[in-house]
C-alpha cells in the first residue's frame, strides 16, 4: 500500500518542548496539506505546498509552527515551545495536480502536551 | 467564506434501515462538496464527491447524495445501514479557487443490531 504515511504515530511531549512530525505523500502527488483535528471537532487546515513552495497558511499556524517541504516529496511540521492546547491530532494529506480536489489522507499524528 | 454545517452530531439507526446524514453548504462560488469517513484508529476515507457534474452522486459502500443548490443541502443517505457503517461522517466543501478543504463538525453514525 502506498498510500500517505505518518511518522510517529503517536508523541507525547512536555510543555515547552519542541516537536516535529513528518508525513510522506502519496509519490506521484504535488499537493500537500496539513490539517490539525481537535477531540469533536472536523480537521481544520493549517497549510498547503504545491512541490516545495508553501503557497497558502492558515490563521491557526502561528508563528510557532512551522511546515517545510524541501525537495518537494515529504514534508515536516514542527511545533516550536509547545503549549497544552496543541494537543490534537495532526493531519497530512496529498493530492494529485489534476483529476479534481480529492485529497487522500494519511493517519494522522495524535500529539499529547503535558 | 464557505462552511458546511451538519445538523446532526449523532444519528442512531437500526441495521438494515435507512441512513440520512444531513449537510447545509455556504458558498460565495460554485463548491466542490464531498462526503469523508473516519472509522475509529483509520484515516479519513473519501465515500464520494461533488464537482459540478451530475446533481445525483454515488460513493463507495452504497452511499449516495444529492446536491441541491435552491436548498444549499448536500444529504447523504443510504437505503439499508450495515453494522460496518459506524463510524464518523464529515461534510466538506472546497470552492473551486481554493485548495483548502473545509470540514464540518461531524456526524456520529450509530448501527444497533
Known amino acids: 500500500d502506498t498510500g500517505v504515511s505518518q511518522d510517529p504515530r503517536h508523541k507525547i511531549t512536555k510543555r515547552g518542548q519542541n516537536v516535529t512530525f513528518r508525513c510522506d505523500p502519496i509519490?506521484?502527488?504535488?499537493?500537500l496539506y496539513w490539517y490539525r483535528q481537535t477531540l469533536g471537532q472536523g480537521p481544520e487546515f493549517l497549510t498547503y505546498f504545491q512541490n516545495e513552495a508553501q503557497l497558502e497558511k492558515s490563521r491557526l499556524l502561528s508563528d510557532r509552527f512551522s511546515a517545510e517541504r524541501p525537495k518537494g516529496s515529504f514534508s515536516t511540521l514542527e511545533i516550536q515551545r509547545t503549549e497544552q492546547g496543541d494537543s490534537a491530532m495532526y493531519l497530512c494529506?496529498?493530492?494529485?495536480?489534476?483529476?479534481?480536489?480529492?485529497?487522500?489522507f494519511g493517519p494522522g499524528t495524535r500529539l499529547t502536551v503535558l | 467564506a464557505q462552511s458546511v454545517t451538519q445538523l446532526d452530531s449523532h444519528v442512531s439507526v437500526s441495521e438494515g434501515t435507512p441512513v440520512l446524514l444531513r449537510c447545509n453548504y455556504s458558498s460565495s462560488y460554485s463548491p466542490s462538496l464531498f462526503w469523508y469517513v473516519q472509522h475509529p484508529n483509520k484515516g479519513l476515507q473519501l465515500l464520494l464527491k461533488y464537482t459540478s457534474a451530475a446533481t445525483l452522486v454515488k460513493g463507495i459502500n452504497g452511499f449516495e447524495a444529492e446536491f441541491k443548490k435552491s436548498e444549499t443541502s448536500f444529504h447523504l443517505t443510504k437505503p439499508s445501514a450495515h453494522m460496518s457503517d459506524a463510524a464518523e461522517y464529515f461534510c466538506v466543501v472546497s470552492e473551486d479557487s481554493g485548495y483548502a478543504l473545509n470540514f464540518g463538525k461531524g456526524t456520529s453514525l450509530l448501527v444497533t443490531p
Open positions: 494529506a496529498s493530492s494529485p495536480d489534476v483529476g479534481g480536489f480529492e485529497q487522500f
Open positions: 509519490s506521484e502527488h504535488n499537493r
